[in-house]
């Protein structure tokens, strides 16, 4: 690991570990009162950038988790899904997960395999879709004013080109003979 990679690791294991404690007291605050609008914005903007920060550092493990988590409190907060309790344990469960990936991180230089956490996420989508989520699988519903590219067909066709040698000309450089001045104008060959 270069340097840079040593401080961005520290970096991230620093706002990880700040993300998890934000999201821990989310989740037990939404335990009691699962109607909390600004507890759940509080929980979506935790896995939002656990999941954004993951994803700087290709840590593919952690960042699925924390996606298909933000996915599932995206329909609480954006949908009107209400907060319940399978949701909580659900998400604690995920919590831990991460809390191990992120602890594996710090211990091993490098995150899980994505194998390693495969379980929770599948379970975590599952949730999702029960609960009336649609996956997002065309990037440009995240984009909808570039939506109308989408039906438009692939313009792209090979392209032939032909290249003809020509001969190089070669030009002397300025002479580098001192001329008996100095500064800028020897720098430029100037008499």
């Given at each position: ?11 991230f ?39 954004g ?91 909808p004013?570039?939506a ?39 720098a430029?060959?100037?008499?």
């Amino acid at each position: 690991m270069t340097r840079e990679d040593d401080e961005n690791l520290g970096f991230f294991l620093a706002d990880a570990a700040e993300a998890i404690r934000d999201i821990e007291e989310s989740l037990l605050t939404l335990e009691g009162d699962p109607a909390n609008a600004a507890e759940i914005n509080r929980l979506y903007r935790g896995m939002h950038t656990l999941k954004g920060n993951a994803a700087f550092l290709e840590l593919l493990a952690i960042e699925k988790v924390a996606h298909a988590c933000e996915d599932l409190v995206s329909l609480p907060r954006d949908a009107g899904v209400e907060f319940d309790l399978r949701m909580v344990n659900l998400l604690l469960e995920s919590l831990d997960k991460l809390r191990w990936a992120v602890a594996f991180l710090k211990e091993h230089r490098h995150g899980p395999e994505f194998g390693e956490v495969e379980d929770i996420v599948r379970r975590l989508g599952e949730a999702f879709r029960e609960m009336g989520g649609t996956p997002v699988t065309n990037k440009n519903t995240l984009l909808p004013g570039f939506a109308i590219f989408d039906d438009l067909p692939s313009v792209a066709a090979p392209v032939a080109i032909h290249l003809t040698p020509r001969k190089a000309s070669v030009r002397a450089a300025p002479s580098a003979r001192p001329s008996g001045r100095s500064g800028a104008a020897v720098a430029f060959g100037a008499t």
